[in-house]
C-alpha cells in the first residue's frame, strides 16, 4: 500500500503495475492492437499475470479466447488478492490460463493459430530474458495469422535504452522494417514516466494510416477508458527527436 500509487505489485524489488496507472498501461498496450483489428477471435497473452491486460482484451464480445501463459503463479495469486480492480477477468470463462514458460509454449504453439499477441513481459532479466530473444519472435510472427497483430512493451527509451534499441533492430528484421511501430504511453509508475510499446503487423494494418478514428473513439466511450482515445492513439506514434535517433528513422 502507498498513499499516491495506492496498492503496488512488485517482482525482485521491481515495480509492475499501480493501481493509480494501470489504465494508461493496459488500455494502451491492448487497445491501440484491438482498435487496428475488429474481427480478432483468438488471443495469446504472454506474461501479463497482474490481470489488467485479459481485463481489457475481454471487454470486446469478439473475442472467442484469451490464452494466457505466465510464468510465475505467485504473480496471479498476488492480483487475485490485493488487486482486484486489476484480475477481474481471471474468472472468465473465455480465459484458459497455463503456468509454464511463454518461450516454450511459442515454440510448441501451432503455426498462423493467433490474430493477437500480446508480450506483457517483466523487464529483460532473470526468466524474462529469452522473451526480448530473436528466436521466440521468429515464433510469435509464425503463430500469427496472415493479418495478425504484435505488441509488446519494449521498456524505457530514457532508463534501458540498449533493450529498447536492440529488441526495435530485432522485430524490424522480423516483420519488415515498413510494418514496426514505436508508441508511446506516459506512466508516472515507471522510471523517467515515459514508456514505449512496439506495435507490429504481419499484414498491411498501417496503425495511423488505417486508423478507424469512429471506432477508436466508440471504443473509448463504451469502455469509459481512462487513458485511450482515437487522439491519443494517432499521438503516441509522434516519437521525439531523440529517440527516432536512436532508432535511425
Known amino acids: 500500500d502507498t498513499f499516491e500509487y495506492g496498492k503496488l505489485l512488485a517482482v525482485d524489488k521491481m515495480v509492475m503495475c499501480s493501481e493509480k496507472d494501470d489504465k494508461a498501461y493496459h488500455e494502451m498496450i491492448i487497445h491501440v492492437p484491438m482498435v487496428m483489428q475488429p ?27 484469451v490464452t494466457m501463459v505466465e510464468i510465475d503463479e505467485a504473480v496471479v495469486r498476488a492480483s487475485k488478492e490485493f488487486l482486484p480492480s486489476l484480475s477481474s477477468a481471471f474468472e472468465n470463462p473465455k480465459l484458459n490460463l497455463i503456468i509454464d514458460d511463454g518461450i516454450e509454449y511459442v515454440k510448441q504453439a501451432a503455426d498462423q493459430s493467433f490474430d493477437l499477441i500480446v508480450v506483457d513481459s ?29 505488441t509488446a512493451q519494449s521498456e524505457s527509451p530514457h532508463f534501458n535504452q540498449r533493450a529498447f534499441v536492440e529488441l526495435n533492430h530485432c522485430l524490424k528484421e522480423i516483420f519488415d522494417r515498413d510494418r514496426v511501430f514505436c508508441y508511446l504511453a506516459f506512466i508516472p509508475t515507471y522510471p523517467t514516466g515515459m514508456w514505449s ?27 469509459d477508458l481512462q487513458y485511450y482515445n482515437s487522439q491519443i492513439h494517432g499521438a503516441s506514434f509522434c516519437l521525439p527527436t531523440f529517440i527516432r535517433t536512436m532508432l535511425k528513422e
Open 39 to 65: 474481427q480478432v477471435r483468438d488471443v495469446l497473452v504472454i506474461g501479463g499475470g497482474d490481470g489488467g491486460s485479459i481485463r481489457e482484451i475481454l471487454r470486446y464480445d469478439h473475442v472467442e479466447q
Open 122 to 150: 517483466s523487464d529483460p532479466v532473470g526468466p524474462a530474458e529469452g522473451l526480448f530473444s530473436k528466436s521466440f519472435y521468429q515464433d510469435v510472427y509464425r503463430c500469427l495469422r496472415p493479418d495478425g497483430v504484435m
Open 197 to 223: 510499446f512496439t506495435y507490429c503487423t504481419k499484414g498491411h494494418r498501417h496503425p495511423i494510416q488505417n486508423l478507424d478514428q469512429k471506432r477508436a473513439e466508440q471504443v473509448a466511450k463504451t469502455f
